[in-house]
């Protein structure tokens, strides 16, 4: 399975269309189309954001190998906080992300 399979897997099992994916990255509806098909790879830090995303791996994103976060359950705040966002309704997760977005610049 390449990047661009496991990429659509993952958005489509979190219910994600294109366009939030686009909206949560930054970037367009045809960039994320072009790395679900194989045309280009994303970059370096677009991998490390999908990677965060989807809550997975950069090495499962890039190359299916599964590995488990050494935290992965022990933070249960922020596993509640990505349970929510993942069951969210689109707009809200677009709204989220601006949100999150805008305080970390300002924090910077």
């Known amino acids: 399975m390449s990047i661009g399979s496991r990429l ?3 958005r489509e099992r979190a219910t994600m269309g294109q ?5 949560v990255l930054d970037v367009s509806i ?3 189309s072009e790395w679900e098909n194989g045309k280009k790879r994303p970059r370096r ?4 954001a999908l990677a965060r995303l989807f809550d997975v791996s950069t090495d499962f994103l890039l190359h299916g190998t599964v590995l488990t976060r050494p935290d992965q359950g022990e933070n249960e705040e922020e596993d509640s906080l990505i349970s929510l966002y993942r069951s969210a309704d689109p707009q809200v997760r677009i709204a989220v992300m601006t949100l999150l977005r805008a305080a970390s610049s300002s924090n910077q």
């Open 8 to 10: 659509r897997t993952l």
């Open 19 to 23: 366009a939030e994916v686009a909206a």
């Open 30 to 32: 045809p960039t994320i």
């Open 45 to 48: 830090d677009r991998v490390i």
